[in-house]
């Protein structure tokens, strides 16, 4: 079956643009996660959702940032008025029930690159 | 808190050789660890976990892990590398006890199998 999408595989913008990071989860998981992974890191968590519930959004680097994912399904990560230090590979990944014991399914992840 | 070190930025490993990926954890609570794999542009792909249960773990192609409580660690083992094996390492941990459903990863180890 389908994995998790994400698009776009690669963003390009200029400092203060903002920018819109959609996921495609695996059609039926309750759970999804974005990270931001820098160069030379592991994933780093910004967000949860369970549903269309944002449950913890204590990793989001400043208020810059913003997710949704209104119906459930599909998230969206908004980044405003984007700077340099935001340039990361933004991963999301989901998982098919809350609770965490099971493992997360990875998307190929979006690289931003602000200029 | 929770935290997640693999020690080795690198490990290097002949073809048919046996080859280990090191880590170890803090945490709190009970430890869920998990070990994903990371190829080229590509995103993390599951590998393993431990929840409870048996010390050692198997999991895909021919990986498998061992849970240390005394030494907190969850070391990556595979018995005969593979070239096809070079890819990069992850070491995830969630702590089981708390209710948070928030992994921490480790920096990465790059695998590098030699023909």
């Known amino acids: 079956g389908a994995g998790v999408s994400q698009s776009p595989r690669y963003k390009v913008a200029k400092r203060g643009q903002d920018v819109a990071l959609r996921c495609d989860p695996i059609s039926g998981h309750v759970s999804l996660f974005w990270y931001q992974q820098a160069l030379g890191q592991g994933p780093e968590f910004l967000t949860y959702?369970?549903?269309?519930?944002?449950?913890?959004k204590s990793g989001l680097p400043s208020d810059r940032f913003f997710a949704e994912r209104p119906e459930g399904s599909v998230s969206t990560l908004k980044i405003q008025r984007t700077q340099q230090e935001d340039s990361a590979v933004y991963l999301c990944a989901s998982s098919l029930v809350s609770g965490g014991t099971l493992e997360q399914y990875f998307g190929p992840g979006t690289r931003l690159t602000v200029t | 808190a929770q935290s997640v070190a693999q020690p080795e930025d690198q490990v290097n490993v002949a073809e048919g050789n046996p080859l280990t990926v090191k880590c170890t954890y803090s945490v709190s609570g009970n430890p869920y660890l998990f070990w994903y794999v990371q190829y080229p542009n590509r995103g993390l792909q599951f590998l393993l976990k431990?929840?409870?249960?048996?010390?050692l773990v198997k999991g895909s192609y021919g990986f498998e892990a061992e849970f240390n409580k005394s030494q907190t660690s969850f070391h990556l083992k595979k018995p005969s590398a593979l070239v096809s094996d070079s890819a990069l390492y992850f070491c995830?941990?969630?702590?089981?006890?708390?209710?948070?459903?928030?992994?921490?990863f480790g920096r990465g180890t790059s695998l590098i199998v030699h023909p």
């Open positions: 431990y929840i409870t249960g048996d010390n």
């Open positions: 995830a941990v969630r702590d089981g006890s708390g209710g948070s459903y928030i992994p921490t």
């Open positions: 959702f369970q549903n269309e519930a944002q449950l913890d």
